[in-house]
């Protein structure tokens, strides 16, 4: 299931500006800071996240509320990567790989696997930690 896109165009505009005041520091949320692809505009995106493991280090799954066509998606391949900020903390991601979400579930952290597992999401990002 997908979100409709006029829910993402009116989130962009009214929700995302409040969310990210909050976002950085709540569980299962981060704000994702990005750099436009064409623009070179710096962006700050609020996500929902859940730690994971990817190729056997630390990192992050992000599920595609609106689907893979997203814009800090694209940003983020293009430029190969980002920064996150969560639970107040700022660190690099890298490497967004876009799998299905029973494919990132094997990655998410054992204690949100079945709050992820009950979303009704079909994709997912999963990134790599940098730093």
Not at 22 to 28: D, K, L, R
Not at 78 to 100: E, N
């Amino acid at each position: 299931m997908e979100l409709p896109q006029g829910l993402a165009r009116f989130n962009r505009h009214v929700t995302n500006p409040v969310q990210r005041l909050w976002a950085g520091w709540a569980p299962t949320f981060c704000i994702l800071e990005h750099v436009g692809r064409r623009s070179g505009k710096p962006y700050r995106t609020p996500v929902t996240v859940f730690s994971a493991e990817v190729d056997g280090k630390p990192g992050v799954a992000i599920l595609l509320t609106y689907g893979p066509d997203r814009d800090w998606l694209k940003n983020l391949t293009a430029a190969g990567g980002g920064r996150m900020r969560r639970y107040g903390k700022t660190f690099g991601v890298a490497d967004p790989r876009v799998v299905s979400k029973a494919d990132a579930a094997a990655h998410v952290a054992r204690r949100w696997r079945p709050i992820f597992a009950r979303l009704p999401f079909e994709q997912a990002v999963l990134l790599s930690k940098t730093d």
